[in-house]
């Protein structure tokens, strides 16, 4: 079972609510076959791993504090169990609620750019979708690890109409969308938008053109910490080039990136649809 923990502890390519999900469905596991040290190891392991989502760490902080006194060994953990469902089924209306706000935003077919991989933004793109909604989607790769690659092939199978690019070619879509689309790893409480490396530039060519851009997350996503309090990790230089004899250069690998809050035009969330100005509403009083 440790195993899985470090699987996600590593996973470098999904995005904070379904690092969730997986967590959740790992935690089941591991009650029905009372696995109860290997999940307290587990739980060590995440304590230290995926720093940019602090949304995976407030679950993570829950289950410690709910989930694990309810769980004894040789005892019945229908408590337990049920509990898990609970909070998987408030992060699964979440989405649908989510992808029905945006939804109701169009009376006509829209074209519109993603990057990376987002589970509520995927959710989303299916609603409009199944409602004749959608009638293009451009996807960027999200390099190193392009994600994209991932999102696009699961619209395809949904028979959805899109496009893949690679990132520096963000600015081309601007003339052939109705509006940019993103997911959120986080939104610190001094506001800005914590999402996968190449949001900025996007944000910023959404500016440029008149685009409006969105944000789709869950108000777990609203951090009541302050940007600089929540660490954005570097990753392993191989991911973008293998050293050859004679490489002395830097080379710097950063899977996330800050976009103040000013360049989204509205955040949808499960709690309703708001504006940068009115995100007071949805983060915490702690800001320290």
């Known amino acids: 079972m440790l195993k899985h923990f470090q699987e996600i502890a590593n996973d470098n390519t999904s995005g904070a609510t379904e690092l969730i999900h997986k ?103 299916f609603r409009m979708h199944e409602a004749k909604l959608l009638r293009q989607a451009f996807v960027l790769e999200a390099r190193p690890m392009t994600e994209g690659h991932r999102t696009i092939r699961d619209l395809r199978h949904r028979g959805v109409q899109a496009t893949l690019l690679v990132d520096a070619a963000m600015c081309e879509t601007m003339e052939h969308v109705d509006c940019a689309v993103v997911g959120a790893d986080s939104i610190s409480a001094d506001g800005y938008l914590l999402n996968k490396t190449g949001t900025f530039p996007l944000a910023i060519c959404c500016k440029e053109f008149g685009v409006p851009l969105y944000v789709l997350c869950d108000s777990l996503k609203f951090s009541p910490q302050l940007k600089d309090r929540i660490p954005v990790e570097d990753r392993p230089e191989e991911e973008i080039l293998h050293r050859e004899e004679g490489d002395d250069f830097a080379i710097w690998n950063r899977y996330f990136e800050w976009t103040p809050v000013d360049y989204v035009t509205e955040f949808i969330t499960e709690r309703g649809v708001y504006t940068p100005d009115q995100l007071s509403a949805l983060v915490g009083e702690d800001n320290g």
């Open 23 to 125: 967590l959740l469905a790992l935690c089941e596991n591991c009650a029905i076959g009372y696995h109860l040290d290997d999940l307290r190891e587990g739980f060590a392991v995440l304590e230290n791993a995926q720093k940019s989502m602090p949304s995976l760490h407030a679950v993570l902080q829950i289950l410690k504090s709910d989930f694990l006194p309810k769980l004894r060994a040789d005892e019945e953990t229908a408590d337990a169990i049920s509990y898990l469902s609970s909070l998987e089924k408030i992060l699964s209306e979440s989405g649908v609620t989510i992808a029905g706000l945006f939804a109701e935003k169009f009376s006509e077919p829209r074209s519109t750019v993603t990057i990376s991989r987002s589970s509520t933004v995927m959710a989303t793109f």
